[in-house]
T-cell receptor, first 114, second 115 residues
Framework: DAGITQSPRYKITETGRQVTLMCHQT?????MFWYRQDLGHGLRLIYY???????DKGEVPDGYVVSRSKTENFPLTLESATRSQTSVYFC?????????????FGPGTRLTVL | AQKVTQAQTEISVVEKEDVTLDCVYE???????LFWYKQPPSGELVFLIR??????QNEISGRYSWNFQKSTSSFNFTITASQVVDSAVYFC????????????FGKGTSLLVTP
């Protein structure tokens, strides 16, 4: 299917476990982003990537790791999950080198850390 | 510091009323982009509009209209003759070059339209 997908859609894990959230887009967009959405905070940027093998931190990167070995994939790993990482995670992508184009968002992953 | 401020946390209106959602932004860049996204109860994020900093022309799309004023750093969104289906959280966002054109979101305004 064309578009941007995230997996899993729902995940429950325990404190201290490693969790990887997957994001895949079929448009070959150069830019990809990870955001988390929490009540009272809106959406905040975790990491972004301008191209394969190029990543950079956003507003709230602590406790997260990303990689981008292929243009279409941008996995987000929580190395040792904490309860404060309970959130809804959105992946997004956009084409182009400038900000002119809109970002397209995946459906989100709801993560609960017990 | 919050770069995008949506001062209205929640708004409740009766169907057919007009409603304006406020958005104030802060940036030092001369080139930037402003967006509005809608998040209905189902949770997905839906793109509504994009404006660049050089285009202050207001835009109308059906019942939706946007008023961009650089002088007051505002990008307000008006829904005319609101409908129940307009009930959602609406986010205003700013995109700047120094963050890879990532979106800096406001905290959102939750709009409830009742019959």
């Amino acid at each position: 299917d064309a578009g941007i997908t995230q997996s899993p859609r729902y995940k429950i894990t325990e404190t201290g476990r490693q969790v990887t959230l997957m994001c895949h887009q079929t448009w070959s967009h150069s830019y990809m982003f990870w955001y988390r959405q929490d009540l009272g905070h809106g959406l905040r940027l975790i990491y972004y990537s301008a191209a394969a093998d190029i990543t950079d931190k956003g507003e709230v990167p602590d406790g997260y790791v990303v990689s981008r070995s292929k243009t279409e994939n941008f996995p987000l790993t929580l190395e040792s999950a904490t309860r404060s990482q309970t959130s809804v995670y959105f992946c997004a992508s956009k084409e182009g080198l400038a900000g002119v184009n809109e970002q397209f968002f995946g459906p989100g992953t709801r993560l609960t850390v017990l | 510091a919050q770069k995008v401020t949506q001062a209205q946390t929640e708004i409740s209106v009766v169907e057919k009323e007009d409603v304006t959602l406020d958005c104030v932004y802060e940036t030092r860049d001369t080139t930037y982009y402003l967006f509005w996204y809608k998040q209905p109860p189902s949770g997905e994020l839906v793109f509504l509009i994009r404006r660049n900093s050089f285009d202050e022309q207001n835009e109308i799309s059906g019942r939706y209209s946007w008023n961009f004023q650089k002088s007051t750093s505002s990008f307000n969104f008006t829904i005319t003759a609101s409908q129940v289906v307009d009930s959602a959280v609406y986010f205003c966002a700013l995109s700047e070059a120094n963050s890879g054109y990532a979106l800096n979101f406001g905290k959102g305004t939750s709009l409830l339209v009742t019959p």
